[in-house]
DNA sequence: CGCGTGATTGAAACCCTTCAAGTTTAGTGG
DNA sequence: CCACTAAACTTGAAGGGTTTCAATCACGCG
């Protein structure tokens, strides 16, 4: 029984923001939805890309290349997350970062002006918005923290508690790569823990 | 010709959002504006801060203190910048961060309720500090792009490119812990810039 | 089956940290 | 205005956590 396109973000919306049925039925008609597939390359650096995704379901990667052919993940879109380019969204600038599908999706494709499109039907939505917003911030922030702070065990073990399904869906280098280390530091952090854990158990 | 308490903040708010007279007449009584002085401190852990600051004139820093008593800086908020905990401010859960005065300031207190009815008087300010957030994100994320890849030479010269009045208002020692590093590794850094920088000249 | 991708492991190299000492700078009170 | 002290910055040597590079292993898929 599974959902019709739309229907989770209304979900989504519903909750976060107390969304009406007649609210909903205005924003509606101007929904953009997409499938896209495993690979798919969404928003390259260079380009301005002015739209924002939600992702009903599956899983984005927003991700920048450094000179030396390295990937670094700035952010994970699992289901029920925003992701875009701030960049092009806000200001029409040229990205520096890529975004692509680690597993076939669904997403709603929205642009500023659609957002504020709701905001004006639902003041709800747009109240509900704004705490979005904040309590990104707030995530960010923690996550400069982290990586200001902590070494790699530490910062693998924040992980795995903070997105425990996540490890189970994403290859092990890419975690690596999120927490800002090499997927053999990765790698030895793992043994050393689960070293540890067999250890406490005799 | 010094301007008065919460002109600034005024001139910040006319320019951001074309916040007209009427609009201000109607948000200036209620404003709270504070004088502090180098050393305060505003927030700290454990207790709910529901507050921002909009910093009008000074310096303030937003920061955490690992077990070891080592600080972390996630943010300076100098003039025109805001800083609050987020944790505090939306959720009302205790912070995990300090917030303290690194130069004699005068700050705006601003509740959340206070920047909800600022939106509803004025809908052009509600675009512009949705706006504000959005740019506030990007910034966050260039900032984590940065950390997860970014050398301690290159992270020294991308703020001193971001931020060149800040090299000369915080301790050498305060840039270090913003960038992730130790004050004695920047000060090598500074120095080995120094020197190629005088091998060029020649 | 074989190929490619991801994970593991080892050894050496490297960047940065740590610790300790010395130098400079800035702030304060006599 | 100098003297004194504390804080900030510099410098060196040793150490440690991560990276790099290379090789090997494990697994899924055409």
Redesign the pocket.
Same mark, same amino acid.
């Not at 800002?180 to 030895?188: D, F, K, N, Q, V």
């Given at each position: 029984m599974e959902k019709l396109q739309n229907e989770l973000f209304r979900d989504y919306l519903v909750k976060k923001s107390g969304l009406t049925d007649v609210e909903w039925q205005q924003i509606l008609p101007e929904l953009k939805c997409r499938e896209v597939k495993k690979g798919e390359v969404l928003v390259e650096p260079g380009v301005s890309f002015p739209y924002f995704f939600f992702v009903e379901k599956g899983l984005l990667r927003f991700y920048s290349l450094d000179k030396d052919g390295k990937e670094h993940i700035v952010q994970f879109a699992p289901e029920n997350w925003f992701v875009g380019d701030r960049n092009g969204a806000y200001c029409g600038t040229p990205t520096e970062f890529w975004i692509d599908v680690l597993e076939d999706s669904t997403v709603i494709v929205l642009d500023k002006y659609f957002i504020e499109k709701i905001e004006s039907i639902s003041p709800s939505f747009r109240k509900a918005n704004e705490g979005l917003l904040q309590n990104h911030i707030r995530l960010l922030q923690q996550r400069i923290n982290m990586l200001l702070s902590a =070494?790699? *065990?530490q910062r693998y073990l924040s992980f795995i508690q903070l997105y425990p399904n996540l490890t189970l869906r994403v290859?092990?280098?890419m975690i690596a790569s999120y927490l800002?280390? =090499?997927? *053999? @530091?990765? @790698? !030895?952090v !793992? !043994?050393k823990l689960a070293e540890q854990y067999k250890r406490k158990k005799n």
């Open positions: =070494t790699a *065990e290859p092990q280098w800002g280390i =090499t997927p *053999e @530091s990765l @790698s !030895r !793992r !043994r």
